[in-house]
C-alpha cells in the first residue's frame, strides 16, 4: 500500500472539490480503489501505488488548470480523469490527458517528460536505488531530468528539502574579478540549476521555497560538514570534482535521502594534472547495492538536432 498528499497551495481548495464537495464526489468514482481524504488544503489518497500515482498525476493537472484561471467543466474535468465517456468528439482544445512518461506537471501546466529510453531508465534507477550515476554528453537531460523528479517528490511531500550543488569551477575564468558579492560570483555557475526549477515551479512559489531554504541551490565546497537528510541532493557537473571533493558530497548522506550525481567525461574542467573525481567514483562504487550508474548516449539529445551532429563530430575526431 502506498500514500501520497497532494498540496493546494494558489487557490481556495473548493476551486477544485466543488460546491457541497460534487467534484470530489466525481473524483472519488473514478478512483473507486483508492481511499480519498481531503481535509483544508491537502489532498490523501491510500492504495496501490501505480494507481496512487496516477490519481496523483492527474490532481496535479487539475490543479495546474484551475491556476491558470480556468474553471473545471465537466468535459474537462472527464478529459483529464480519463473517464471513457468524453473527449469522443475530437473539438477538445485541451491537452490534459496523462501520459506514462509525464514526471510531472511544470509552470502553466507544461508536461516535464522523460523523452527518451535512457531517460526514462533514469527515471526508474532513482526509484529504486539511494544513489544514482547519470553519466552522459551535453543536451542529454541528466540534470533536467533529476531535477524533475526531485520536484515530483517535493510537490508529493515524499521528502522536506531540495538540495541542488555544482562545483565552481573557473573554466578559463576568475571569480575574482568578477562584479559583486559571493553570491553574485557565484550565482552563473549555478544557473543551469535555476533554469531547471523556473520550467518546473510558479516564479512566487520557487521564490517561497528559495527564502526558507525548502529548495537550496548551492556551491558544492558548502556541503562540507554537513548531514543532509529527508531530500533529494543532486551534484551536477560531478566530472569538475576532485577525488575528495566527490566522497566529501557523497558521505554527507543522511539515511532518508536521495542523491543523484550527473556528470560529462568529456567536458572535464579541471587543471590539466588533477584527474576527475567523477571517474574513480564510478570504477569503485558500481558494484555497491542501491547504487546505479545510469549512461546516457548522444542518442539521448534533446536540444537542437544540431547539438547531436556536434557531439558525434567531436568524437570522431
Same mark, same amino acid.
Not at 110 to 130: S, Y
Not at 168 to 176: D, I, M, N
Not at 257 to 269: E, L, N, P, Y
Given at each position: 500500500?502506498a500514500?501520497?498528499i497532494?498540496?493546494?497551495?494558489?487557490?481556495?481548495?473548493?476551486?477544485?472539490?466543488?460546491?457541497?464537495n460534487?467534484?470530489l464526489?466525481?473524483i472519488k468514482?473514478?478512483f473507486?480503489?483508492?481511499k480519498?481524504i481531503?481535509r483544508g488544503n491537502? @489532498?490523501k489518497t491510500?492504495?496501490?501505488?501505480q494507481e496512487?500515482?496516477?490519481f496523483?498525476?492527474?490532481?496535479e493537472?487539475?490543479?495546474?488548470?484551475?491556476e /491558470?484561471g480556468?474553471?473545471?467543466?465537466e468535459s474537462v474535468?472527464?478529459? !483529464?480523469?480519463g473517464?471513457q465517456e468524453?473527449?469522443?468528439s475530437?473539438?477538445?482544445n485541451?491537452?490534459f490527458?496523462?501520459?506514462?512518461?509525464? @514526471?510531472?506537471h511544470?509552470v502553466?501546466g507544461?508536461?516535464i517528460?522523460a /523523452?527518451?529510453?535512457?531517460? +526514462?531508465k533514469?527515471?526508474h534507477?532513482i526509484?529504486?536505488?539511494d544513489?544514482v550515476?547519470?553519466?552522459?554528453?551535453?543536451?542529454t537531460g541528466k =540534470?533536467?531530468?533529476a531535477?524533475?523528479?526531485?520536484?515530483?517528490?517535493?510537490k508529493?511531500k515524499? +521528502?522536506?528539502r531540495?538540495?541542488l550543488? *555544482?562545483?565552481?569551477?573557473e573554466?578559463?575564468?576568475?571569480?575574482?574579478?568578477?562584479?559583486g558579492d559571493?553570491k553574485e560570483? +557565484?550565482?552563473?555557475y549555478? /544557473?543551469?540549476?535555476y533554469d531547471?526549477?523556473?520550467?518546473?515551479?510558479?516564479a512566487e512559489?520557487l %521564490?517561497q521555497?528559495?527564502?526558507n *531554504?525548502?529548495?537550496?541551490?548551492?556551491p558544492?565546497?558548502? $556541503? *562540507?560538514?554537513r548531514?543532509?537528510?529527508?531530500c533529494?541532493?543532486i551534484?551536477?557537473?560531478?566530472q569538475?570534482t576532485?577525488d575528495?571533493?566527490? %566522497? $566529501?558530497?557523497l558521505?554527507r $548522506?543522511?539515511?532518508?535521502?536521495?542523491?543523484? !550525481?550527473?556528470?560529462?567525461?568529456?567536458q572535464?574542467d579541471?587543471?590539466?594534472?588533477?584527474?576527475?573525481?567523477l571517474l574513480?567514483?564510478?570504477k569503485?562504487?558500481?558494484k555497491?547495492?542501491?547504487?546505479? $550508474?545510469?549512461?546516457? =548516449?548522444?542518442e539521448d539529445?534533446?536540444?537542437? /538536432?544540431l547539438?547531436?551532429?556536434? !557531439?558525434?563530430?567531436?568524437e570522431?575526431?
Amino acid at each position: 500500500m502506498a500514500e501520497k498528499i497532494v498540496l493546494i497551495e494558489n487557490f481556495d481548495p473548493q476551486e477544485l472539490h466543488g460546491v457541497n464537495n460534487t467534484t470530489l464526489n466525481k473524483i472519488k468514482l473514478i478512483f473507486p480503489k483508492l481511499k480519498i481524504i481531503a481535509r483544508g488544503n491537502e @489532498i490523501k489518497t491510500i492504495g496501490e501505488a501505480q494507481e496512487v500515482d496516477d490519481f496523483v498525476a492527474k490532481i496535479e493537472v487539475l490543479i495546474q488548470y484551475i491556476e /491558470r484561471g480556468k474553471g473545471l467543466s465537466e468535459s474537462v474535468l472527464n478529459e !483529464i480523469l480519463g473517464n471513457q465517456e468524453a473527449g469522443e468528439s475530437g473539438n477538445s482544445n485541451h491537452t490534459f490527458a496523462n501520459d506514462a512518461h509525464t @514526471i510531472l506537471h511544470g509552470v502553466n501546466g507544461k508536461p516535464i517528460k522523460a /523523452r527518451t529510453a535512457n531517460q +526514462i531508465k533514469l527515471v526508474h534507477e532513482i526509484d529504486k536505488n539511494d544513489i544514482v550515476f547519470a553519466l552522459g554528453p551535453a543536451g542529454t537531460g541528466k =540534470t533536467y531530468t533529476a531535477v524533475a523528479v526531485a520536484v515530483k517528490a517535493l510537490k508529493n511531500k515524499e +521528502i522536506k528539502r531540495i538540495i541542488l550543488t *555544482r562545483p565552481a569551477v573557473e573554466a578559463g575564468e576568475s571569480l575574482g574579478f568578477l562584479p559583486g558579492d559571493l553570491k553574485e560570483k +557565484i550565482d552563473p555557475y549555478l /544557473r543551469p540549476l535555476y533554469d531547471a526549477l523556473d520550467d518546473m515551479i510558479p516564479a512566487e512559489k520557487l %521564490k517561497q521555497y528559495l527564502e526558507n *531554504r525548502t529548495i537550496e541551490v548551492a556551491p558544492l565546497a558548502f $556541503m *562540507r560538514g554537513r548531514t543532509l537528510d529527508n531530500c533529494f541532493v543532486i551534484l551536477d557537473e560531478a566530472q569538475n570534482t576532485t577525488d575528495s571533493q566527490i %566522497k $566529501m558530497f557523497l558521505t554527507r $548522506m543522511g539515511p532518508s535521502a536521495k542523491v543523484i !550525481i550527473t556528470g560529462d567525461m568529456s567536458q572535464v574542467d579541471l587543471p590539466a594534472k588533477q584527474t576527475s573525481g567523477l571517474l574513480k567514483a564510478t570504477k569503485i562504487l558500481a558494484k555497491i547495492k542501491g547504487i546505479s $550508474m545510469v549512461l546516457l =548516449t548522444v542518442e539521448d539529445v534533446v536540444r537542437h /538536432r544540431l547539438v547531436k551532429e556536434i !557531439i558525434m563530430a567531436y568524437e570522431q575526431n
